[in-house]
């Protein structure tokens, strides 16, 4: 997350404000998430966690959104 200039409060707003999650068309027993969000001063996030069996998750990485991520974000965040 740091890599991609991204910070952990940053990362805890997209959590706990209004995210978009998607489940990843992943294998095995613990599942991973796409969470699509935006921070308190605007900047959209895309965030991908692992799920494990006893409901605890695993930041795995957190980046900017991409064009593309950023329509279908407002688009569901619009319906």
Known sequence: MARHGITIDEVEEVCFGRPLVQRAKSQGENPVYYILGQTDAGRYLFRVAIQFPDGRGLPV?????TGRERRLYRQWRNR
Request: hydrophobic content about 60%; proline content about 0%; glycine content about 0%.
């Open 61 to 65: 990485t957190a980046r900017a959104m």
